[in-house]
């Protein structure tokens, strides 16, 4: 049967809830039948056949969840974590504002449950079939658009050109400079390393980032110019939702370090 260690190494695969169909379905195979997650602080608790039963942990510190359920709400932050708009603990914070206190997993109907602090159902969801997952959109197809970069100048013209080949949202490291590509429907496209690896500062330079990100706007800097002065101001990833048309640079630590709108 499965073990904590099996369940934490898929979590680990996981982004954005883009993934999350690929991973209901490989907690299926793993003989995972149900679980529940408590939004308050990560903690779940994995049912398998039999009567089998694990618990992990808290995977993060301690949330308040609200006391009035906003479902509306809910169901726009899940769809914008489904395409690929925010991470796990982005959307445990979401779904805590909305006043969901646990959502509940059954792998045997493939749906997610939400439920307020007393236990009440708000949603269900179905769970789409991670293995019959498309992209719309080529790697061969995003490599031609990005061909026309030159420089940060570009930039604009570039999202617009993914947006309308499905791509919804897309995380680069800069480390390497491997890309995962995500599209509307769940689909996920990744691209491998495009430079030899890069040293990330611990320290992270906000104010000389800002200098060096509006000098490669302004077309004063190529591409992997910029790339080596991000990983120099402790930049770890950037990360692009073409429906918000914003771009969100972290640090090593998983920390916001500027969020910039992407002109039309």
Sequence with gaps: MFTVDQIQEKLSQVRTGADFPLLAMNLKNMGVTYYETSTEDGRSIWHGEGGYELRSGPAYERLTVADT????????DI???????SDYFGISRQCADNGIGKWAVCLITMTCTYLDKEGRKV???????GSRQKPSFT??????AH??????????AYIQAIKGLGVAYYETFVKDGRTDYYG??????????????LNIAATSDKA??????????EGKSD????CRAAAQCGVEKWAVSTEKMTCTYYDRSGKEILVEEIPG
Excluded: C, M
């Design 69 to 76: 359920v906003n479902s509306e709400q809910l169901k726009e």
């Design 79 to 85: 769809k914008i974590h489904q395409q690929g708009g």
């Design 123 to 129: 949603w269900v969801e179905n769970i789409p079939d």
């Design 139 to 144: 790697l061969a197809q995003i490599k031609s």
């Design 147 to 156: 061909s026309k970069v030159a420089s940060g100048a570009d930039f604009p």
């Design 184 to 197: 509307t429907g769940n689909d996920k496209v990744p691209s491998g390393a495009r430079y030899d690896a």
């Design 208 to 217: 000389r980032f800002k200098a060096d990100l509006k000098a490669h706007q």
């Design 223 to 226: 591409y992997p110019t910029f």
